[in-house]
Each structure stands twice: as structure tokens, then as C-alpha cells.
């Protein structure tokens, strides 16, 4: 009697490896996300860190140039990162205190292709592409009404606004 059940457990436990075997190999969801779609795990956590740095550095420390460079570093080197739009609003707003003299830290003034980079007028331009983008990517953002706010402060820097003023 227990040669004939252990028997039959184990033909039913073959039974059952074959069948899931199969069903994992058939590419359902079984098998998992389409890896095309999935983010990179790694990168996203470091995005993620390099957004702390630069959101300390921009709220707690108000050094405005160091979290600019990062945010910038951030936008270039990671495109897809899933809090972009945080990103965007950091650099917008660093460049837009950078553009005042605000804060605590300043960008440097030699040698001279970093003085032209920091120009207030060049900050104010790089301001509203960062804010622009923000609001024209990311519309559900909490971000979003800041972004508004800012980009009409900075107003309109097209040639013919220009000619008006």
C-alpha cells in the first residue's frame, strides 16, 4: 500500500513539473514583464540618489550652483528617469536664483566659457527651456503650477518681446 501511494505521488508531482515547465516557457505571464518595457532597477536607484543630492543641495543648503550642475548632469545622463519632472524643476529654479544672486553659493567666475555659461541672461534662458519642458511633458505634476508661475515671471524671450521692451 505505501509502495503503490508513493507511486502515485510521484508520477503526480512529474505531472505537474511538466506542466508548469511548459507554461513558464510559453512566454505568458508567467514568464514576466517584456524586458523592453522594464526599467533598469540600477539606474532608477541612482537617478534616485543623485535627485537627493541635488534636492538637498537646492532646499536645505540654497546652494543653487551645485544643484544645477546636477540637475543638468540629471536631464543628460538619465532621460527616462521616472521623477524628471523634479528635475527639470530644480534646474528651472536654480537657474533662475542663480540669474538673481541668490544663495549661498555662486558659480565661479574664471575661467571665462564658465563666466559666459553663467551669464544671468543665458541662466534666465536655460530657465525657461528647463520650466518649459516641464510643463509641456509633465502637465500632472506637482510642479507644474510652480513652473507656470515662474515661466510668466520670466516672461517671453523671443525677439519680438524683446523689440517691445
Not at 566659457?113 to 516641464?134: G, I, T, Y
Request: hydrophobic fraction near 40%; proline fraction near 6%; include cysteine.
Amino acid at each position: 500500500m505505501k509502495k503503490s501511494f508513493l507511486i502515485v505521488c510521484g508520477m503526480a508531482l512529474l505531472v505537474l513539473c511538466a506542466a508548469f515547465d511548459s507554461r513558464a516557457q510559453s512566454g505568458t505571464v508567467a514568464g514576466g514583464p517584456d524586458p523592453s518595457v522594464m526599467k533598469d532597477t540600477e539606474t532608477e536607484k541612482t537617478a534616485t540618489h543623485e535627485l537627493k543630492v541635488a534636492r538637498h543641495y537646492f532646499k536645505a543648503k540654497k546652494a543653487y550652483y551645485a544643484s544645477y550642475k546636477r540637475a543638468d548632469e540629471l536631464i543628460a545622463g538619465y532621460p527616462e528617469f521616472s521623477h524628471l519632472d523634479e528635475v527639470l524643476f530644480i534646474a528651472g529654479m536654480s537657474s533662475i536664483y542663480l540669474s538673481e544672486g541668490k544663495g549661498k553659493q555662486l558659480p565661479p567666475k574664471s575661467p571665462p566659457q564658465k563666466a559666459q555659461e553663467f551669464a544671468p541672461d543665458v541662466l534666465r534662458a536655460n530657465a525657461r527651456l528647463f520650466l518649459s519642458r516641464l510643463v509641456k511633458d509633465f502637465p500632472k505634476s506637482d510642479f507644474f503650477k510652480e513652473a507656470e508661475t515662474a515661466l510668466s515671471q520670466l516672461g517671453d524671450a523671443s525677439p519680438q518681446a524683446e523689440k517691445q521692451q
